[in-house]
């Protein structure tokens, strides 16, 4: 079973800056795509970047109000994963999650247990 763990969380204030990490293991696919998603206190689970490996070139997306100041990567041969955040806004405090989507016929979706990021004003 895959299991993803989520580090980098913290306190920052408005402006600052933070790196998210997130490490999966047990991850034999060689077609998945990888996200962060992020959920505040009584709010839905929402999309923040993911990237979807492809031969002719990885495809890379951001929430609209992400753009241009988060950055998402990832290393393929440590399965690892990373959400650089600049310029972070206080409406961005939520529970940081990582998340892999395995594509194909064995198609699995898992989970990490998140990192709380905190942004004040």
């Known amino acids: 079973q895959v299991r993803l763990v989520e580090s980098g969380g913290g306190f920052v204030q408005a402006e600052d800056s933070l790196r998210l990490t997130c490490v999966a293991s047990?991850?034999?696919?060689?077609?998945?795509?990888m996200a962060w998603y992020r959920q505040a206190p009584g709010k839905e689970r929402e999309i923040v970047a993911s990237i979807r490996f492809s031969f002719r070139g990885d495809i890379i997306s951001y929430a609209d109000s992400e753009k241009g100041r988060f950055t998402i990567s990832s290393d393929s041969a440590t399965h690892t994963m990373y959400l650089q955040m600049s310029r972070m806004r206080p409406e961005e405090t939520a529970n940081y999650y990582c998340?892999?989507?395995?594509?194909?016929?064995?198609?699995?979706?898992?989970w990490g247990q998140g990192t709380q990021v905190t942004v004040s004003a």
């Open positions: 047990g991850l034999r696919a060689s077609n998945y795509d």
């Open positions: 998340n892999v989507v395995v594509t194909g016929p064995d198609e699995s979706i898992c």
